[in-house]
């Protein structure tokens, strides 16, 4: 770990976008505090450090607060630029084409996955259905285009595209046993179902991801919570 | 010689102009492709298959898409004066607000012009809350990013030119001199920004584009609000 630096994450074991930091610490080799945060119950840390948004993850690094899971991925990145892989690669164009799928995964992809799991009616839950399929197979096109063969989409090594969308697997893995889906299914996104299993097995991966079954039971109950009216208004 | 740089952009865009406004600063000449949105080119339909959307920067073979994504890849990819600043902890800070800008701020301030009556009400006080934000993110200075303008400033270019235009056609004040100074001198700062001059865009023109679209526009957001 680098000398003096002082690293606290401030997050909650089920959210994929905290998962995003651990998974990207973990990869540069960096040691951290971590402080799970009940969300219902926000702490004065987290209010103070976020108070535009009062979301996880916060990275505060020697006492600043750093919001937002790509940014706080980049942050990383560049405070800690000697220290283990970097997460985007050198070339400016590349680095382009990454941040670019990184927006498409955030604005386009998890939209839809989210619609279709927590959709208020049928109708949007089905139409979140299709626009995670038609995302989802943009996405396995990106990893066979600009992969070009490499097992990650930031090539040889998993990089920030692979963070980011890693920080999903979680909740992809739980999605079978939760609404019967499969995103990455083998036949129709073989590339993307590869790559999980692959990005899932690297040993910066496996010890930080968030236990599956553990996931399936606060699905259900968010589920459930969401289907009772009136919505206790509890907030991410 | 170094590769032809274009844009394949809308001059009523103020994300195409974003791009515009980074490669003017970092002194890159270009030449701009203005793209009938109403009929795609088969060159946007090719360079941003994804999307389908303004602005595309071109440079020799590559084509690069999403304002945000292109400015960040101007500022690396040529020389000239910096649009990010140096430290990683400034720079989080800059695309926190940019992001801020992008997800929480535009979507509201939109809604606010083209809406009406009860619906309008809540957009407004949302729109305010936010401009109360970036007021204060100003905090004394000339320009989000310091003396001369960068990535955030960049960023928030429709609180330039768009926001006078769109106050004209639509007859909402939302951003006065009394609750938002600050704010109001940035745009008179920018306006008289020699740097950005040259890709200013034509008042007279937006507000003939707006004025155009306004059935339009209040159609869509009245269609958004009741969802």
Not at chain 1, 102 to 120: E, F, R, T
Not at chain 2, 15 to 34: C, D, F
Not at chain 2, 145 to 160: E, F, K, S, V
């Amino acid at each position: 770990m680098a000398g003096g630096d002082d690293l606290k994450l401030l997050g909650m074991w089920a959210s994929p976008f905290v998962l995003r930091v651990k998974l990207a610490l973990s990869l540069k080799g960096l040691s951290y505090e971590y402080v799970e945060e009940d969300l219902r119950d926000k702490s004065e840390l987290l209010v103070k450090s976020n108070p535009v948004h009062k979301k996880v993850p916060v990275l505060i690094h020697n006492g600043k607060p750093v919001s937002e899971s790509l940014i706080i991925l980049q942050c990383i990145d560049e405070a800690f630029a000697g220290t283990g892989p970097s997460l985007l690669p050198a070339d400016p164009y590349e680095r382009a084409i990454a941040r670019f799928w990184a927006a498409y995964i955030d604005d386009k992809m998890l939209p839809a996955l989210n619609q279709s799991a927590m959709g208020k009616t049928e109708e949007e839950r089905a139409e979140g259905k299709q626009q995670s399929l038609v995302t989802v197979e943009t996405l396995e096109g990106a990893l066979r285009d600009c992969g070009k063969g490499k097992p990650f989409f930031g090539g040889d090594s998993a990089g920030y595209v692979d963070v980011v969308l890693g920080g999903l697997l979680g909740w992809v893995r739980a999605s079978d046993e939760l609404h019967g889906v499969k995103p990455f299914d083998p036949e129709r996104t073989p590339l993307l179902a590869a790559w999980s299993e692959r990005f899932g097995a690297l040993e910066a991966v496996e010890p930080v991801m968030p236990d599956v079954s553990r996931l399936v039971e606060f699905g259900k109950m968010l589920k459930a919570r969401l289907a009772a009216p009136p919505a206790a208004g509890a907030s991410n | 010689m170094s590769p032809p740089v274009k844009i394949i952009g809308h001059y009523a865009s103020p994300y195409s102009h974003r791009v515009e406004m980074a490669l003017q600063l970092k002194g890159v000449p270009y030449e701009l492709i203005q793209e009938d949105l109403s009929n795609k080119s088969e060159l946007l339909l090719a360079k941003n298959p994804v999307h389908k959307k303004v602005p595309v920067l071109l440079h020799g073979d590559l084509a690069i898409c999403e304002s945000l994504v292109i400015v960040e890849y101007i500022d690396e990819a040529f020389d000239g004066p910096s649009i990010l600043p140096a430290d990683p902890y400034d720079r989080a800070m800059a695309r926190f607000w940019t992001n801020f800008i992008d997800t929480k701020f535009s979507q509201p301030i939109w809604l606010a012009y083209w809406s009406e009556g009860e619906a309008q009400k809540a957009v407004v006080k949302e729109t305010k809350e936010n401009l109360a934000l970036l007021e204060a993110q100003l905090n004394g200075k000339r320009f989000f990013g310091g003396d001369t303008p960068g990535y955030l400033d960049i960023a928030a270019c429709m609180l330039g030119p768009w926001i006078g235009v769109l106050e004209e056609v639509t007859g909402v004040t939302l951003v006065n001199g009394n609750e938002f100074p600050a704010l109001c001198q940035w745009a008179k700062e920018y306006s008289s920004s020699e740097a950005l001059e040259p890709c200013h865009p034509d008042r007279d023109r937006l507000v003939a584009y707006f004025t155009e679209n306004k059935e339009k526009y209040k159609m869509m957001a009245k269609t958004m609000l009741q969802q």
